[in-house]
Every structure is written in C-alpha cells, then in structure tokens.
C-alpha cells in the first residue's frame, strides 16, 4: 500500500510520546513529561508585536521561497555578530524550521546510497532524513563510552561512498559540547576529503558554566564559492518559537539557490507570518535568550543532583541544550522497555536511548518547571531504586512498590 521508503521511516519518536502523554492527561493521569524539546517560556514580545503587525494588514501572501529580504537581513546581521562572519542574501536560505533546512540540504547535495556521518548519540531526525534524500545514514559511537568520538573514529568511517558530516553541538540528547579540537579537526578532514560539513547548531546559545562552543568558520581554509561547511540555526530553541517553524541555512551560493528551488516546489517557502516574528526575535531586545538560559543553568543543576541519588545511575553533566542522558543500565540496557516502564509505573515521560542510538539510557528533558522535574527524578528513583521509600503518592493515589 505505501511506498518502500514510507516503510523505512519511523515516527519521530519525541511527537509520538507527546501524543501518548497528552492522550493520558485527558484521562486524569498525573503525567509529568520530561520528553519534551521545547523551553515553556513566551516568545519574545518584539516576536509578537511584529508578527501581529503584519496579521493585522490582513495582506499575507506568498514571498521568494528562500525567505523574506528582511528576514535574510536580519540573519545576515546575526551571523555577523554571533559567527564574526560576513555573509549575503544569497548565502542564505530561511526554512520552515531547522528541521526543513537540514532535509533541503540533504536533497540539495546527495546522490543515492551516499553516505552521511554523525557521532552518536544523534538527534533522532538524522537517520530518517539521510533516508529520505536517497541517503545512508551512519553513525559512530565513542569507543570510549563518552559522547565524542575520536578524529580518527570519524576519520575511519569515512568511505568512498561518504558525502558528508553533521555535528550538532551542544549535542540533542547529551547536552555535550564538542571540544575545539574536535570541531577543528572534524573542519579539517571534511576539507581533506572534500566533504560537506554540516554545522547544527540549533542549541549554541543555550550553554552553562560559561562554555565556549567552538565556532567552525574559525578553522576552515576555505570559506569562498567552493566552501562546503552549512550552518543551520533557528529561532525554535533560542527564543522558545518552536511553533513559528523558522530555521535558516548558511551555505555557498550554489547550494542556496538549489535549496531555494527545492524549497519553492514543496513549501513555496516559509510562512511569511512567522518570518515577521523571527525578524521581531532576532531585532529586539535579546534578554530572554539570558533569562531562557539561566533558568536552563538552573534546571540542570537541580536535575543532575536529583538524578545523582539514583543508585547506580552514571550522569554526564550537560553543558548545554535542555537534555541529559543518564546511563540507567544498572537497571535495564533496554531503554525502550525502561522508558515505558516509567510511563505505566509512575506515569513520567522519557525518551528512550535507543531512538538517539545509545541503549541502556534515557534522555530527560529540564525545559520544564523545576517542580516536574524534582517530582519526576522522585518517581523514577522510586520506581528503580530499591534503598527508595517503598510508598510513593501520584495525587491522592498511593502507590506501593511490589517489584524489584
Ligand atoms: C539538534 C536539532 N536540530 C534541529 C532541530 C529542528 O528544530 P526546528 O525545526 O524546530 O527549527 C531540533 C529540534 O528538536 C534539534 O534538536
């Protein structure tokens, strides 16, 4: 009935958990969602005032499929000032989110069964993007158990059939932020082996304990018409504008203007309502990315802390993004089962390792109220560690633990 590549693809695991956890709220479960990747603050007010600005003309019509002039100016103006980087409208292409920018890109620069590289864990969309444009995805796990690979990890993987490298730092799910060296290097083989360098950088100003995120513009020789290093960004994460869907591409020419005519066949190009309000976020007043990313600080503090009276839970201190990825395999190595566990136990939502291509962990989420987040680690630790009190309270539900 559907095609094979639709049977290839999974279901965005994070949307799905959304679904099951909303579905379990309207039935009156005392959910606490620590799945989530979107920060609960507002969208900045210039955000709003200039998009409500432009729904009041009552005039919403299509624009050029790479974005509006204004909006391509006022990321030109951010990549100046956050990547020191001087850059022209035609080296930027404004996606419907990030998401869009990196599967245009994806359409934009591989040949079938090319092959597309991404240390482990990975954001979940990566391997079912890759397929989508035809692609292979491959993904390179740390022999040493941390969140970066070696240069020579990556350098090993790299075939005749390798087309590209995307780095996503701070990393979606393990809040880790690849060394300078690393980043440097990983320039450095992509342009020795004349390969395409995708930059994620959807989180880097979501950083704590004032970590530096390497900026990869920094080590490249090449940054004319014939340069293949991509930034992606967006305004979902930094201003909490997940709704907007805007995203945008730093990319040579060339590449811009096939992402540009991909864009004008599946989308026309982003809603132009929502171009106006990231152009209100990236114009205004900047103190909510500050106030977001304290909270943040905050957040991860209180949950690394939590997680760390767990018995036998090996916690990694993110350094940036709103996720963490503990290592529950003193309790299961399957985080499937474990992640689901936790749902019909105790009713808290994870995501499980396996989606970001780790077992034995789960990704928790610390975008939510400090109050979800101590009353969710409290669950699970009741849940899994046996030195826990053997009587826990969801509401006025009284929960005895009959399990080891
Ligand atoms: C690493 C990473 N890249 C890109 C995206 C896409 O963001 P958006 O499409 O909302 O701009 C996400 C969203 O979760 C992400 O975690």
Redesign the pocket.
């Known amino acids: 009935m559907i095609s094979q590549l639709a049977r290839t693809i999974k279901a965005s695991p994070?949307l799905k958990l959304n679904e099951a956890a909303a579905k379990l709220r309207e039935k009156g479960e005392p959910v606490i969602h620590l799945g989530g990747?979107e920060p609960k603050s507002k969208a900045p007010l210039d955000a709003i005032l200039n998009c409500a600005t432009q729904l009041n003309t009552g005039e919403i019509r299509y624009a050029p499929a790479d974005g509006l002039p204004a909006m391509k100016k006022a990321v030109i103006r951010y990549t100046e000032e956050y990547y020191d980087r001087k850059v022209g409208p035609e080296h930027v292409v404004v996606s419907s989110?990030?998401?869009?920018?990196?599967m245009t890109l994806l359409y934009t620069i591989l040949e079938p069964k090319d092959e597309v590289i991404f240390p482990a864990p990975y954001?979940v969309?990566y391997p079912e993007m890759v397929k989508l444009a035809g692609g292979v995805p491959v993904a390179v796990v740390p022999e040493d158990g941390t969140f970066q690979p070696t240069l020579r990890e990556i350098e090993e993987t790299i075939g005749q059939y390798t087309k590209a490298i995307i780095l996503?730092s701070p990393?979606?799910p393990s809040g880790v932020v690849y060394s300078r060296e690393f980043v440097a290097g990983v320039v450095e083989l992509c342009e020795r082996h004349n390969l395409w360098l995708v930059m994620?950088d959807?989180?880097n100003r979501l950083v704590f304990d004032g970590t530096v995120v390497p900026n990869a513009y920094q080590f490249a020789r090449d940054l004319g018409e014939s340069s293949k290093l991509v930034v992606?960004q967006?305004?979902?994460?930094m201003y909490a504008m997940?709704g907007f869907?805007?995203?945008w591409a730093i990319a040579n020419k060339q590449v811009c203007e096939a992402m540009a005519n991909i864009q004008s066949h599946q989308t026309s190009g982003p809603v132009t309502v929502s171009q106006w309000a990231a152009i209100g976020a990236l114009s205004g007043v900047q103190n909510s990315i500050e106030s977001l990313r304290l909270t943040l600080e905050n957040n991860r503090n209180v949950l690394v802390d939590r997680l760390r009276t767990i018995a036998g839970v090996n916690v990694t201190k993110p350094s940036g993004t709103f996720y963490c990825f503990p290592d529950f395999s003193a309790y299961s190595f399957d985080s499937q089962k474990l992640a689901e566990f936790l749902l019909e136990r105790v009713r808290v939502v994870t995501v499980p390792g396996k989606e970001f291509g780790m077992e034995g962990r789960l990704r928790i989420s610390f975008c939510g109220t400090i109050k979800d987040i101590m009353d969710g680690v409290e669950r699970i630790k009741w849940a899994l560690d046996p030195a826990a009190p053997n009587e826990l309270f969801l509401g006025d539900r009284k929960l005895v633990r009959d399990w080891q």
Not at 97 to 102: D, L, R
Not at 234 to 237: A, H, I, N
């Open positions: 994070t990747g989110g990030a998401k869009q920018s990196i954001w969309s996503n990393n979606n994620d959807l989180y992606v967006g305004v979902s994460k997940t869907r805007i995203g």
